[in-house]
């Protein structure tokens, strides 16, 4: 599917995705040819990017876990709201219904019985460092090897919990390899044994990991200033120039 199309059919969606990170959901969906499981769909943006990605390849079905009520920082920026109804409405206009299975439940209930293989791991539900564990070790067992870890907002200074979890889980673990960056996302593929090389790239990454937050939050904080003084677009290009360096 044409790039502008895929955006066309995510537009209208309220979600914490931008385009970058969109893309990357997709190629990796369109990759996989899998099973997807997505912990934390709130309403559906990042559903249907993946679900997308994945009908491109005539792949898997992308299981989307969410209990559909908020979290407590949720609940403070949105209120309680239930987000059942918008979700399955946004699917069913991307004309994605057809492959996504919603589980309206939390991730530990899901993964309760679970025996399905898993190509794509994506983990955007709570944020909390306590939360995101819990989702790895509940769900990491089922990713088969060769298939990709993906964590939203790994890279955000606002997300410190996310960030520790991905250190331990990921950086410090011999089942990891490839580790790489697109925005806030952070992903990984799961091997069998890291070897020394792997090791030794991967290690490469980690002081980008730790320096990261801050030259986001530079753009970030950047951003209004540079709106008003009109230079909002060439600065994102000369963004995306940096970030593509990075990764
Ligand atoms: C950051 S939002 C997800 C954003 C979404 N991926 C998007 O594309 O915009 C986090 C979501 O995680 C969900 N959530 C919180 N705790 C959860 C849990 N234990 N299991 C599954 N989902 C959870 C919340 O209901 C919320 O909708």
Redesign the pocket.
Known sequence: MEWAEVRARVQT?????NDNEGRYLYILAERCGGNIV??????????V?LALGSKGRGGGRVFA???????LD?HEAYGVED?EPIFRENIKRAGVDDIVTPLV????E?AKGWTEPISLL?I????EYE?VT??ILLWEPYLEEGGIIAF??ALHSRCPGVRKAVYEYIFQSNRFSNVHFCECIVSATKVARLSTQDRLVKLQKLPLFFAFPSIYSVFNFMNPILAKVRLLAPARVIKDKILALIH
């Open positions: 969606i309220a979600g914490m995705i997505e912990i934390g769909s709130w309403q559906g943006m990042s559903t990017y876990i969410d209990p559909h009520q908020g979290t949720f987000t439940m939390k991730s530990e899901a994506w955007d539900g709570a944020h939360s819990k989702d939203h907002d």
